[in-house]
């Protein structure tokens, strides 16, 4: 039986990759204090990509992200944890134009929109999250700005 290979998923995923300054505002629109700074390159296996970001606000937790696809359906998965002990699973999209997380589950629904700008060195996007899993309020928003690799 021919297997379809990831090649295609995978390279969508290089978008991602390389470093990246975080810019995050509170819907008021508000800025954090300080600033962040996300790592996205390729696991050692070419297949996977592993994510960490940090933050200066002490409330924002570090975290460490696993991306990988089901090149078979076409889809992504990320593997999230951060410094506090929590670990989620987010169906991922990724696109030209566009990069998604949603999640569905308790405590609450969450989901990231990100838009690539047309550089492709800017990610303009938002946090949401619904406690009733159906109305979502943005929780804050974020500028990543690509600033090595890619």
């Known amino acids: ?30 800025p954090w204090p300080g600033g962040g700074r996300m790592s996205v390159q390729w696991h050692e296996s070419g297949a996977l990509l592993v994510q960490r970001t940090t933050s200066d606000l002490p409330e924002a937790p570090a975290t460490v992200s696993v991306i990988g696809c089901d090149a078979a359906n076409d889809t992504y998965t990320q593997l999230y944890t951060d410094d506090r002990g929590v670990c989620r699973v987010y169906a991922m999209t990724i696109d030209e134009r566009a990069w998604t997380l949603t999640r569905q589950g308790e405590p609450f629904a969450q989901r990231f929109v990100g838009t690539f700008g047309d550089d492709g060195d800017t990610i303009s996007g938002r946090w949401e999250a619904a406690e009733d899993g159906v109305h979502f309020v943005t929780d804050f928003d974020l500028v990543y700005r690509r600033v090595a690799g890619g």
């Open 1 to 30: 039986m021919d297997q379809p290979t990831a090649e295609n998923a995978l390279h969508r995923l290089d978008r991602l990759v390389g470093e990246w300054t975080v810019e995050a505002t509170w819907p008021s629109g508000d």
